[in-house]
């Protein structure tokens, strides 16, 4: 019989696995709880300081793993297993450990819409969950909006004060509930609660009323999407003339009631972060929801509080609503998403008509993430709740660094080991409450990432608040090249982080000369990345004059002034422009007084919006790019529309053909992006080794019908096109590119 025993024991396999990943705050100790009760495993699952350990004793320990990776929880992620084998100890039981201390290299799982299994709670009158609107999982609900520090566990949330009721207890300390462990875990006898019922809020609604809602992230603005007068008073309210709005439907059958998706924008729509998704739309709402634009900003509900008002509104779970909203960032004049109750009170009585508040507080602000298919696969135009922090693998340890990114579009990039930890949308630090607001998430990154950087890095811009916030902080400070900044940040993530060749496509970004001194107005650069921090310029766009700065990037009048000015036609402008009285005045100024020039891709789609027939103001940042890319149907090449030189590609044909022809608008906006496509592909492919893999970022890349074009034409040419796929390619991603410069530089030290 002790034969028998010792041949069983032998027999039997224990193994150490030690994961790494979104495995903390998922649901990931019970499920490994309820895999190894599968398979009749002895051994124990428990949270550590690297994420989570797990032990497994018995004959089917292979097929633990196997299934392991084949079904993890809705939320988690793997990004490292390690499997050891070590001799049994004949343990036949399973348990679920205590957490061990130690420094955090963990991290808070990101935000995520409320799950199926909750909205089952939802709407079921039996469940002590029903119509609670703050309902949740640990496969779904608030993580890293209402979370101060880690460890992530419910005293170091705004969760704290919320006693536990006997029931909610009794599901958190059970294994085999799937609340095991939610530490957001709440019921209408002991969580928070929302100041106002859904069927008021509704009423409000259909009655024309602006409605301010607190929900998972910050304040959302609501109004009717159907009732147009409604729109107009929120835009007067907000004072936001004509940037598009969102519309929040009540589930992915509305989608179609007034958009057009495709099966990959319905599947990112379902994500668990239920994001802003940028959809074809039917038109057959107000158009002051998206003025002259093609497509329209969808998401679906995605906090328990939204469901309760499509269920007041009386529309079935999983049916079809034509009960639609606009659900806007209530930031009212630029200022950082409100996020607390009183400012509410404050700040958004002369927008609202009502203020919903509810008394679980929100830590970290963050707005609506924004994305859209680009290339057959997900993209960022802004990268907010639902996605941070998730990090982006760096591929190998290095140094600590800070990365302040820009100005506008503001981001913070943190690293720790191979990790980087880029914070939500900021916006543009010219506002002192945005400033405030970016100080923040620097103290609160750093808190939860328990991370002192060796050196902060930033852009060359002087004037930049972000460059000061590094110049403050006392630590060694690395500046790089603006554009320089884009191509690293696509190489980043995507195991690129050396030499690397790339086009930084964007508005502006300052200079450098060849001898590394800052200086010019650069946005259309082709550079060669050394994998040692720095870089060649290989190429850029022909300049144009820009005319009044800064002022140039708001009316394209001016930058359709510098195309007459290029190609010596300057007596001609006022004629052409004779609609715009200053335009006699502005090309006098640009015939005598001497005038910086700009690289700029951005700029050269103001001239062209100019020459097209929309030379006015515009009301916000990309607003001339965007109308020009909604017109189109399908691109279209001008014979001869640009020259190449000396690594320098010049659209100054097409800007005359348009002097001289005058295409109507859409005719005008497909022979832009057909030729910019071609140009562009033309040039970079003239600049690159043959095969190479070729870098697209900057925020001319935002535009769907360039970088699908461009991406199109090069991957024809034999090269491999990269975009960004976990940041967005504006200025959001810059601080990312920053901190894998100055890692590369801090490394060769």
């Not at 979104?22 to 300081?49: C, E, S």
């Not at 909006?145 to 006693?163: E, I, K, N, V």
């Not at 998430?441 to 328990?450: E, I, P």
Request: proline share 6%.
């Amino acid at each position: 019989m002790e034969a028998a025993a010792r041949e069983a024991k032998e027999e039997t396999t224990r193994l150490r696995l030690r994961l790494r990943g979104a495995v903390q705050g998922v649901g990931f100790r019970p499920f490994a709880y309820g895999l190894a009760a599968r398979f009749a495993l002895g051994g124990f699952v428990r949270n550590d300081a690297q994420g989570v350990t797990v032990e497994v004793e018995g004959e089917l320990a292979k097929e633990f793993v196997a299934a392991l990776h084949a079904e993890l929880p809705p939320l988690a992620r793997l990004d490292g297993v390690e499997i050891a084998k070590i001799a049994p100890r004949g343990e036949r039981a399973f348990v679920i450990e205590k957490t061990h201390q130690g420094v955090a290299r963990t991290r808070i799982p990101a935000d995520a819409a409320t799950c199926e299994k909750c909205l089952d709670d939802l709407f079921d009158p039996r469940s002590r969950f029903h119509l609670y609107p703050f309902v949740n999982c640990t496969h779904c609900g608030p993580r890293y909006t209402l979370t101060r520090r880690l460890p992530y566990d419910r005293a170091q949330t705004s969760m704290a004060r919320f006693a536990m009721c006997a029931d909610c207890a009794r599901d958190y300390a059970d294994p085999m509930n799937r609340r095991f462990h939610a530490e957001p875990i709440a019921c209408p006898a002991c969580g928070p609660r929302l100041s106002h019922e859904p069927q008021e809020i509704v009423a409000a609604l259909r009655a024309g009323k602006i409605v301010a809602l607190k929900g998972i992230g910050g304040f959302h603005l609501l109004c009717d999407a159907a009732d147009a007068a409604a729109i107009a008073r929120l835009r007067l309210r907000k004072n936001r003339e004509a940037k598009p709005f969102a519309i929040m439907v009540a589930n992915e059958p509305s989608v179609s009631l007034f958009a057009r998706p495709r099966p990959e924008e319905r599947a990112l729509l379902r994500g668990a972060a239920h994001p802003i998704v940028l959809v074809e739309s039917l038109k057959n709402l107000p158009e002051a929801i998206a003025p002259d634009m093609a497509r329209l900003g969808v998401m679906l509900a995605y906090a328990p509080v939204h469901h309760l008002l499509f269920h007041a509104a009386g529309g079935a779970r999983d049916q079809a609503q034509n009960f639609v909203l606009v659900a806007t960032s209530a930031n009212p004049g630029g200022a950082p998403l409100v996020t607390d109750n009183e400012d509410a009170r404050q700040k958004l009585a002369k927008i609202a008509d009502l203020i919903v508040t509810h008394d679980r507080d929100i830590v970290v602000r963050a707005d609506d993430s924004v994305m859209q298919i680009v290339d057959g696969a997900p993209a960022f135009l802004r990268r907010a709740r639902g996605f941070v922090p998730e990090p982006i693998d760096l591929g190998e340890d290095g140094p600590s660094v800070l990365a302040c990114g820009g100005h506008l579009k503001a981001t913070l990039a943190f690293t720790r080991g191979r990790e980087a930890f880029v914070c939500q949308h900021v916006g543009d630090l010219s506002n002192a409450e945005t400033f405030r607001f970016y100080r923040e998430s620097a103290a609160h990154l750093s808190r939860l990432l328990d991370v002192r950087p060796e050196a902060y890095a930033c852009d060359l811009h002087p004037d930049y608040l972000s460059t000061r916030f590094a110049e403050e902080s006392g630590a060694p400070v690395l500046r790089f090249q603006h554009h320089a900044a884009h191509v690293a940040a696509i190489g980043a993530e995507h195991d690129a982080c050396g030499a690397l060749f790339g086009a930084a496509l964007d508005g502006h970004g300052l200079g450098q000369d060849e001898f590394g001194k800052p200086g010019g107005n650069w946005g259309g650069e082709a550079l060669r990345l050394d994998g040692r921090g720095g870089f060649l310029r290989t190429g850029h766009v022909a300049p144009l004059a820009l005319l009044g700065g800064d002022r140039a990037a708001r009316e394209p009048l001016r930058m359709g002034l510098a195309a007459f000015a290029a190609l010596g036609r300057l007596d001609e402008a006022a004629g052409f422009f004779a609609a715009h009285r200053e335009a006699a005045e502005l090309a006098k100024v640009l015939s005598v007084r001497p005038t910086p020039v700009t690289t700029s891709l951005g700029r050269l789609f103001d001239a062209a919006s100019a020459l097209l027939g929309f030379a006015r103001g515009q009301d916000f940042e990309g607003q001339a790019a965007m109308r020009l890319e909604a017109l189109v149907r399908t691109p279209r090449a001008l014979e001869n529309g640009f020259v190449l030189r000396d690594g320098v590609v010049d659209f100054l044909p097409l800007l005359a053909h348009f002097i001289d022809e005058k295409p109507d608008p859409r005719a005008g906006a497909e022979l832009l992006h057909g030729t910019l496509i071609a140009g562009l592909g033309a040039w970079l492919s003239t600049l690159a080794r043959p095969g190479e893999r070729i870098a697209l970022g900057g925020g001319c890349m935002m535009n769907k019908v360039l970088a699908e074009g461009l991406a199109g034409h090069l991957r024809e040419k034999g090269f491999a096109p990269l975009l960004t796929r976990k940041i967005p390619p504006n200025d959001g991603g810059l601080s990312l590119g920053q901190a894998v410069l100055a890692r590369a530089v801090l490394k060769q030290e």
